[in-house]
């Protein structure tokens, strides 16, 4: 049986979903983190860092989330605050440089949106993410493994190939931040959450990510194993472009989102 939208959104924030550290441990050989924005100070909600698998070398950018309640609390319950944007910034600056594909991890209900937060340029250290990863001349790989809410997922997201796993979600804002801009009721989540569009299968069939990770029935060591045989084979079809290509690539696949759907509407108008 096929899962409602707020049943997947409950599975991609249950406490015990795998975090962003469990995957970089299982499908990298090796890892080392790197810590500050070199501003202000580091923030653990985003974990940055140099990966390898084989020769292979990588830029990693990943939201993470506490295991416990302690590690919740150290990570701000996975929240970024401006630093971990500006440490993103800078060390995927360093990988345009050393010519390392990026990948990010994606799993965050949001930046944080705490007065410190604001007062040190939250939204202008998200646009500013933004910015700067369109203007890349690097692959970019984006995998989204648990809740992908709002800019603070959208901030580390402009990538070359978007990855999915199958119960994850990824939407502009919450089912219940949705819900009470629409109806000015966020109990109404459950029914935000299916017109929101948030599912994997729903971003497929718009053409906004280009791969799903099937997690049904399989073993995390299964699911890890599909993951990084989908970076390595969406590395290799990347590396064909040259650098003015993969800009213009991952420009063009923002551009032309929603331009998809439009068509198909107007085609069967017609």
Known sequence: ?????WEKVEI???PNRKTALDYIGLIFDEFIELHGDRLYGDDPA???GLGRIGKQNFTIIAQQKGRDTKENVKRNFGMPNPESYR??????KQADKFNRPIITFIDTKGAYPGIGAEERGQGEAIARSMFEMSKLTVPIISIVIGEGSSGGALA???ANKIIMLENAIFSILSPEGYASILWKDSSKAKEAAEKMKLTAKDLYDFHIIDKIIKEKDFSF??????LKKEILTQLKDLKKLNKKEI????YQKFRNIGEYK?????????
């Open 1 to 5: 049986m096929e899962l409602s939208a």
């Open 12 to 14: 991609a924030r249950n």
């Open 46 to 48: 985003t974990v940055c």
């Open 87 to 92: 440490k993103a910034i800078r060390l995927m």
């Open 156 to 158: 580390i997201s402009i």
């Open 221 to 226: 060591e299964k699911i890890t194993d599909n």
């Open 247 to 250: 800009v213009e690539k991952r």
């Open 262 to 270: 439009e068509l198909q509407n107007i085609e069967s108008s017609l």
